[in-house]
Each structure stands twice: as C-alpha cells, then as structure tokens.
C-alpha cells in the first residue's frame, strides 16, 4: 500500500467514519427516548451495581439495573444517570425507570423522563407567551 493510500485512509476516511458512528448512536439514543416519552411504561427497578466510567465524554455515573416488562421478562441496563440519583442509589435500591411498551428492552430512569417532560412543558409555555 503506498504512502498516499495510507495517509487518506488514515486521516480522512477513518475520522469520517468515526464520526458517523458517534452521531448514528446520539440520533439513536434520540429516538429511543422519543419512544419512551411517546409510550413508556413506568416499573421498579433494582439496582445490580453502580460505578463511575472514564470517559472525557458522555455520562460517568453510571447504573446497572434489572427491570421486568408487563410479560415478566427480566431485563438489565447499564445507563447513564444523573449525579444526583447516583448519589441517591445503592446496590440493592429500588427505583423507577420508563421502559418502551413496543420495545421492552429500551429504558430509562424516571427521572430523566420527568426532567425531559417539565423541559418540554416550559418551551410550551414560553411558546404560549
């Protein structure tokens, strides 16, 4: 493989398609949450295990937790929180998330969906303004 090959693939394509990773999964978690705000179920969920990550970027409290849909089915998630319920939660706590009705596996904690729904109450009130 020639130099110019290498220096193009290296630093044209590879940060493109690097980048087309990181904005397919932001559109992704979009439209998850969109989902959930649309027809989320509401369930207690436990947490398995809490830990913060290394990441510059993204969410560095994190949660492991179990859930079950409507069917019984057990799920576990490992998401991003915020500080506070971070902060609020052990091992072994119970809490509330929001999972999809359609996709049962998509889920969230409450309180990022109620933190959404006031947000988007507030835009419609300024709207009305």
Do not use: W
Not at 17 to 32: K, P
Not at 61 to 83: I, N, W
Not at 89 to 99: H, I, K, P, T, W
């Amino acid at each position: 493989m020639s130099g110019e090959v290498l220096f193009v693939l290296l630093f044209c394509a590879l940060p493109l398609v690097i980048g087309g990773l990181v904005a397919f999964g932001f559109i992704q978690r979009m439209y998850h949450f969109q989902e959930i705000l649309a027809d989320g179920v509401e369930t207690d969920a436990l947490v398995v295990r809490k830990y913060r990550s290394a990441a510059r970027l993204g969410n560095r409290h994190r949660l492991v937790y179990e859930y079950r849909d409507a069917s019984g089915k057990t799920y576990r998630k490992d998401d991003g929180v915020f500080p506070s319920e971070y902060d609020r939660l052990q091992e072994g706590d119970a809490f509330r998330v929001v999972y999809s009705a359609k996709r049962p596996h998509i889920s969230t904690t409450k309180a990022a969906v109620d933190q959404s729904r006031a947000a988007q109450a507030g835009e419609a009130e300024k709207q009305r303004e």
